[in-house]
């Protein structure tokens, strides 16, 4: 298990050999491939997961894959899973967990979900209203957190409002050393960096998470962090579009009908 809590928020970022047997063990390794892009394989080992009795683990599955439909395009289908997810575990207690695998870890993820998927479809106030119910008690719901805030500041016009969150995400993911979290919240910050007009450290933030989403095959995060380089970047922006649109192809492969249907279907997501 330790080695599957290292992949999924630790320095390692692949999933392990062997096939996971344990609801925790399935929850960790979906989320390790969800960050590959393995859409269609999470969805599988996420779905025995929310189908089973343990309710925090079941809302984590459900937030997961809702994070999953996000990546997607699809923020109006994440909906249901993300408020299913917070059924599960309202006025549920128990045992903290480090890394917000826990009552409390769950209903974080599962409000910032919700405040994500309001800030997809252009409802802010709404997505403002969740956050500011999030009680942040790990360091996986600080940076969520963080990310979340930034984001909305971003979609309602106001950068240098983005920053201060994003790089209090940054911080609390390299404190944490959780490698995927740290690249998010790089791509994060690079996008408020760049909307606030410091477009040269927002380069360099782009350059370190790509080598990184490169290295450990993170095609979730690469395609995005590539179509930041395109933007920010002057002269590559044709080579950066190029290999964007390669690697959504690759990640549609591997994603189940439903997911290829969403991205088929949202502006965020390159043809």
């Known amino acids: 298990m330790e080695e599957l809590r290292r992949a999924a928020f630790g320095d390692l970022p692949v999933v392990p050999s062997g096939v996971p047997a344990s609801p925790r063990a399935k929850l960790l390794t979906a989320i390790v491939l969800g960050a590959q892009g393995r859409y269609a394989s999470a969805a599988t080992l996420l779905d025995e997961v929310a189908g089973g009795r343990d309710r925090v683990l079941g809302s984590l599955a459900r937030s997961t894959f809702a994070s999953h439909r996000r990546q997607l395009g699809g923020h109006r289908a994440a909906f249901g899973p993300d408020g299913g997810a917070l059924r599960l575990v309202t006025g549920l207690s128990g045992d903290e967990d480090p890394d917000g695998l826990d009552a409390e870890g769950a209903r974080a993820d599962a409000l910032l979900g919700l ?12 997505a403002r209203r969740l956050v500011a119910r999030v009680t942040a008690r790990s360091w996986r719901s600080k940076v969520r957190l963080g990310w979340v805030t ?18 209090s995400a940054l911080e609390f993911a390299t404190a944490a050393g959780a490698l995927r979290h740290v690249v998010k919240s790089q791509l994060v910050l690079a996008a408020a960096l760049g909307a606030a007009g410091d477009r040269e450290r927002a380069v360099h933030l782009i350059d ?21 380089a395109a933007e920010h970047r002057p002269g590559g922006g044709g080579r950066d579009r190029s290999s964007v649109e390669a690697l959504v192809h ?16 949202s502006p965020w997501v390159p043809a």
């Not at 930034?150 to 920053?163: D, K, S, Y």
């Not at 370190?208 to 995060?221: H, P």
């Open 115 to 126: 405040a994500a998927d309001n800030l997809g479809v252009g409802r802010l106030p709404l």
């Open 150 to 167: 930034a984001e909305i500041e971003l979609a309602g016009g106001r950068p240098a409002g983005a920053v201060a969150p994003a790089e």
């Open 208 to 228: 370190e998470a790509l080598a990184v989403t490169d290295k450990f095959a993170l095609r979730s995060l690469s395609w995005p962090a590539g179509l930041l």
């Open 250 to 265: 690759a990640v549609l492969l591997r994603t189940d009908p439903d997911g290829r249907r969403l991205a088929s279907e």
